[in-house]
């Protein structure tokens, strides 16, 4: 449990499918970070440290992202971890508010890439798709999670409908969500009937690219809005490169660290109220929910046609990404977990879930070969 | 194209590794010799049938696949293969492909 150091704002810009002229990456950075520090109440010239991830700011660094948005520094940190950088760089700030060296720290994520911006980088992931995946016509990730989502099936037994149910689920959260760009009820049959994207997977089983930002405040305690209690963090774990792309894809990097994550947290699995998982894909879900620990006895199916389907634990309860939007894989993430910080300070309006206390997140990234190489989780707590 | 796949074979441990690495994933050995896997067993396939920013995209399939030697990689399918087949491996470029074994 860090003592000092906790979450104390969050903000985020419009989401939106299509851009308009003059919106850019930075534009919606911007608009979350002046949201950010208004819920926060802290003066940008307080700001101490930033933490950014995007793709969209080369060939600008962060300093330039500093330099533009005013501020001058002692703790600058760019994350390039992907949807595990929400994760990453909020445990990047916590360690250094803890240690006092500066806070409050800004933490921002945002893309606007479009839909063929947005190509270019899955073409271009890293040197091995290039060379060795994108001249297949692979599908950037959405062919790559079909293959590791194939082999779920395969190995759990799960039905094309079994994934349906996070799709629908969620889609009945993003109600409650005014931001999440697709709010409109679904059902199993839409979602069954959904063209087919990258076989098993389905248009609703791919997330959706959009534009936005996201930002988080962290800080001392004390520098919280005294209206209303700090989101502490309990534990928290990352892991780079788990297994050198040589496994199955069906466990995470959060597989190297469950125990002693829930051990440093000093709480089990079933102590949580709200969970938000980096769902870049209903398969990925799943895998980092096993992960954890939170599926009985790994029975995967009998967990999606029951607790997700009945929604007997709340997840990803701002739509996630696969309904609210993916804004860059960074910005997704930071989702999560601002959507942990509203859940467990009472402030997620028609989505609340009630006497929330425990929240846990996750992230999941770096899309490196056959999966993602990067994942993270966190344990967030209702201040007192 | 060519024939067989190239990994990189660990000299002091004897480890093959795809892609390329810069130490051997298990003894760290910065010796490397390039050798060719031919063959692998069809794990999962998929059809890629919509591609991000392609309006004219014919679908394509691809594998992943357990070489011989033990590698997983993921291979572009030019036949209509299914899990469990065995196929002969070659490569265009740098990209790795496969076909039904004697086609």
Redesign the interface.
Known sequence: MFQNAAIIGVGQSAYTRRPEAGQTALTFMRDAVVAALKDAEVDAKDIQGMAVASFSLAPDAAVDLAWKLGLSLRWLVQDTNGGSSAVSMLGHALRTVESDYASPILLIGGDATG??G???V?ANFNT?TQ???A??????P???Y??VA??QM?KYGLEKSDYGHIAVSQRKWAAGNPNAVYRTPMTMEEYLAA???????SRYDCVP?IAGAQAIVVGRREQAPKTRPAVRVRAIRHSFNYD???GDGLQTGISTFADEFWKMAGVKPSDIDVASIYDDYPTMVLAQLNDLGMIPDNDIATFCRTVIAERRLPINTWGGMLSAGQPGGHAGGMNGISEAVLQLQGRADARQVKDAERAVVTGYGMTM??YGGTAGAAVLERGA | MSEGVTIWRCMKCRTGVFPEPLLCPRCHSAQFATDRVMEGVVEEISVIRHMLGQGNWQPRRIASVRTSDGQLMTVGLRDESEPDARIELFQDGEAPFGRAKGT
Do not use: E, I, T
């Open positions: 839909l063929a947005y190509a270019k899955a091995v060379k060795h995946l001249p297949l016509g692979h599908g950037g959405n062919g790559v079909a293959l194939a082999r395969k063209p087919m994207v990258a076989d098993p997977l690219v050198h792309q040589q070969y056959r």
